[in-house]
């Protein structure tokens, strides 16, 4: 059979996967009116309020030092403890108990922004919900050292910092490892260029990503923290999708669907998921997670469904002992080991319809198990604190981020080429004549299969 040339490959696949970036975080700035600029606060049990305004151009550090003063030194979370330690983060925070804002995040504009960019290729049916979470000083010399965000709850999907504007130097917000994302140095950009008037700097990003906070070197820094969550929306205003990355995605993909050497008999592509999504080590229904990617994980996900090869959000659970995978629509606390009583593991999997990961060069016949060709490669799930130690901003017991999967399924080489070339018909002329040569030797070249079935490590031991 001669093949069209040039060959796309999975590694070309990957390597486009890899390199297209589709933004992880954003950031601007908005103006800030008198009557946003305010913010209440109550110093211990007291309910007596007292009042500053951010938009207040005379603002001076005596005022902010009573902020300061109502305030609590700030703790983080390591490993399973919340610990107060200034050579890890150095400044006061506020519960929401114990402040409340005039700016209004849902209004302001800020949110369209950031659903815009963090949400790039989920269209519609879902938003993201900005919950108020902190509000932290930081004077001369206070720093928060890199982290990640502790996940709370299943739709915690990322995080939004609103800088209120007050003289400082310092105090930067670096994202990802060194500040490789971004340096959003908000003391130069809390005050209007011109005009000098203060306004609001801010920046979203994926909770996942890590993040620190440069020492201030002269005044205070105040932020506002929300935490985004991901929530259901009926509203369906169609979003602007970017259509370039995805459609260099979708024409690469189909190449890859049309190289004969990937998968002939079919099985699924695995896309090891480049972002962290919190989950909870004891149930998650994965089937739900749709609409809640993450930047190029996303992406893949939106070109997938483009060639209808019907993506799932999966878990590969690793059994060492046996050298085994097992990937599953479910995270469930019960695929944590072996209990010398209780079923066995093969039998816990095959009760929540979980399929055994094949070779793709190994045929298998049974639907127990699923040959898949990795394409970025897959990351282990973390379910026990044990292994899990982390530096968050709080510590919390219930979720962990977990390491999943996308699959899409890729039927066998002759039904997946005649599907691309009656859909898309411009294929018709490459591709139609490999599909009839296809069509003559079905049949001829069929192999011995091993019948899974029987499979004696499938059944109790
Ligand atoms: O204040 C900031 O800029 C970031 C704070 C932060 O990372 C956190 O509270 O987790
Ligand atoms: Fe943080």
Redesign the pocket.
Known sequence: MSAPSPITTVEDLKKKVLTIVTPAFCSGTLPLHRSQGGVFFSKGESSDASLINFADQNLKDTDIAKLVEASQRATFGRGDQDVLDESYRKAWKMDNSQFSPQFDVIHCGVMDIVQEQLLHYEKGGVKLDPRLYKLNVYGPGSF?KP?V?TPRGNDLFA?LVIVLPTVHTGGSLLLGKEGKLLDFDSSTLVYHPETKAPQIAFAAFYSDIE?EVTPVETGYRVTL?YNLHLVKTDSLVPREVPAKPLQELVATLMKVMLNPEVLPKGGALGFGLLHKYPVDPQRVDLREFSGALKGNDALVRAACLRLDIKPKVQVVYERTDYNEEYIADFIDDEFGGDDEFGPSLPEIFRSYGAQRVRDPSYRSKSSRSLPILWVTPRMRMMTTDSNFTSYG?EYMVEHVYGDLVLTAELEPLQDRVAWLVTTFPHLKEKYGKRLEEMTEHAGRDEEEEVNEDSDSDMSSH
């Open positions: 928060f982290h965000d995080t993040h923290t901003n």
